[in-house]
């Protein structure tokens, strides 16, 4: 039960208004409360409560409704309209990822693999991007003039590494020999087998590129050399070559390097021990 004096106007004019001008008795259980909701809360229905009979109805926002009814696994994303969707990182082949959804824990990211195995390389070549598509690499295995051991039958030479067969070259005192079983010898592994008996005073040299992945003889200089001066025992190379990389001809015949023998190497230049004819014709090949 309340009571509410009334006030007249010169209680108000003043302002004498205290506690004796209102009584305010409750009977049983009273409640004065005002429903104010919360975030991601909104009130449908305060009608009742206005009335002082039913309930206020409180239902989430669109945002945290939407959140409720998502299905599905993902990352959680709102929309602009306030929706919310699931969604899975994906990316182009320059990437790979793994756990794209953050179901089995934090998404990973890393640079999907080149043209090319891991390794040192010379030279690369890259697309638009930067990225790698393909290389070759230092040509630190190449072997030159390398003297064959006999096995004693003069049909079967020792080589001391495994040979990349398409770019290895085998001579006989000199001249180059032609490489199939129905030429003038095979490689199987380290062993050069010829098609027929060598004489016992042939010297067998061979140069070669051993076991080496994604070499490449695109590093391989091969030129016909003019004489240096008038001597005509010092041919310069247009490059310095890398060293004992050099395997140099006079007329086709392979030469041997070494005081002992046909040349020595100062720096860019062969230096024959003997000097050559003005008709001979002096090339090599090398690597620089």
């Given at each position: 039960?309340?009571?509410?004096?009334?006030?007249?106007?010169?209680?108000?004019?003043?302002?004498?208004?205290?506690?004796?001008?209102?009584?305010?008795?409750?009977?049983?259980?009273?409640?004065?409360?005002?429903?104010?909701?919360?975030?991601?809360?909104?009130?449908?229905?305060?009608?009742?409560?206005?009335?002082?009979?039913?309930?206020?109805?409180l239902?989430?926002?669109?945002?945290?409704?939407?959140?409720?009814?998502?299905?599905?696994t993902?990352?959680?994303?709102?929309?602009?309209?306030?929706?919310?969707?699931?969604?899975?990182?994906e990316?182009?082949?320059?990437?790979?990822?793994?756990?794209?959804?953050?179901?089995?824990?934090?998404?990973?990211?890393?640079?999907?693999?080149?043209?090319?195995?891991?390794?040192?390389?010379?030279?690369?070549?890259t697309?638009?991007?930067?990225?790698?598509?393909?290389?070759?690499?230092?040509?630190?295995?190449?072997?030159?003039?390398?003297?064959?051991?006999?096995?004693?039958d003069?049909?079967?030479?020792?080589?001391?590494?495994?040979?990349?067969?398409?770019?290895?070259?085998?001579?006989?005192?000199?001249?180059?020999?032609?490489?199939?079983?129905?030429?003038d010898?095979?490689?199987?592994?380290?062993?050069?087998?010829?098609?027929s008996?060598?004489?016992?005073?042939?010297?067998?040299?061979?140069?070669?590129?051993?076991?080496?992945?994604?070499?490449?003889?695109?590093?391989?200089?091969?030129?016909?050399?003019?004489?240096?001066?008038?001597?005509?025992?010092?041919?310069?190379?247009?490059?310095?070559?890398?060293?004992?990389?050099?395997?140099?001809?006079?007329n086709?015949?392979?030469?041997?390097?070494?005081?002992?023998?046909?040349?020595?190497?100062?720096?860019?230049?062969?230096?024959?021990i003997?000097?050559?004819?003005?008709?001979?014709?002096?090339?090599?090949?090398?690597?620089?």
């Amino acid at each position: 039960m309340s009571v509410l004096q009334q006030i007249n106007k010169a209680q108000l004019k003043a302002h004498i208004i205290d506690l004796s001008h209102i009584d305010v008795t409750t009977i049983g259980k009273s409640l004065i409360t005002k429903i104010i909701p919360g975030t991601g809360l909104i009130i449908s229905n305060s009608t009742g409560a206005d009335a002082g009979t039913g309930a206020v109805t409180l239902q989430l926002d669109d945002s945290l409704s939407s959140l409720a009814n998502l299905t599905g696994t993902g990352l959680v994303t709102r929309l602009i309209d306030g929706s919310v969707v699931a969604r899975s990182l994906e990316v182009s082949s320059n990437l790979t990822i793994s756990n794209g959804d953050g179901v089995l824990g934090n998404p990973s990211l890393d640079l999907s693999n080149t043209g090319v195995t891991a390794g040192t390389y010379k030279y690369l070549t890259t697309d638009s991007k930067g990225r790698i598509t393909s290389g070759y690499k230092f040509l630190d295995h190449w072997v030159a003039n390398e003297i064959l051991i006999d096995s004693g039958d003069h049909i079967n030479y020792t080589i001391s590494n495994t040979p990349v067969t398409s770019a290895t070259m085998i001579f006989v005192s000199g001249a180059k020999q032609t490489p199939g079983s129905d030429k003038d010898y095979t490689i199987n592994g380290t062993t050069v087998t010829f098609t027929s008996p060598n004489l016992a005073i042939d010297v067998i040299t061979a140069c070669y590129y051993w076991n080496e992945i994604n070499a490449s003889i695109n590093d391989n200089i091969h030129e016909v050399i003019p004489a240096f001066d008038g001597t005509r025992q010092r041919f310069r190379l247009s490059y310095l070559p890398i060293i004992d990389s050099q395997v140099v001809f006079l007329n086709g015949l392979l030469q041997r390097p070494g005081n002992l023998y046909d040349y020595t190497m100062e720096g860019q230049d062969i230096v024959f021990i003997d000097a050559t004819d003005t008709t001979d014709i002096v090339s090599a090949l090398y690597m620089r």
